[in-house]
């Protein structure tokens, strides 16, 4: 019964900003470390960014570093995504997952979101 329900993607242009979040329901969502991971057309998932279950501690891809800010609510059980100087390479579905531990490996997550979309343009 564990749901992960992404929101706030859409269409923006090139510098721009959009924030994610990501509602959880049916887990002890204090007790997780949460992620971000990204597929674009035609590549596989790829890691963005993640949160230890207290907010404590944060890693972000390379690609991401000064422009996006993950963070997490436990009293709203929301963890959400700025994200700041878009770029078209950064057009992808957004997804976001739940584990144990704060890390970058995507079979180290046990529950995921459906997804949602991201659109940059030039």
């Known amino acids: 019964q564990v749901q992960l329900v992404e929101s706030g993607g859409g269409l923006v242009q090139a510098g721009g900003s959009l924030r994610l979040s990501c509602a959880a329901s049916g887990l002890t969502f204090s007790s997780y470390a949460m992620g971000w991971f990204r597929q674009a057309p035609g590549k596989g998932r790829e890691f963005v960014a993640t949160?230890?279950?207290?907010?404590?501690?944060?890693y972000y891809t390379d690609s991401v570093k000064g422009r996006f800010t993950i963070s997490r609510d436990n009293a709203k059980n929301t963890v959400y995504l700025q994200m700041n100087s878009l770029k078209p390479e950064d057009t992808a579905v957004y997804y976001c997952a739940a584990g144990r531990l704060w890390v970058k490996e995507i079979s180290e997550y046990d529950y995921w979101g459906q997804g949602t979309q991201v659109t940059v343009s030039s």
């Open positions: 949160i230890s279950w207290s907010g404590g501690d944060t």
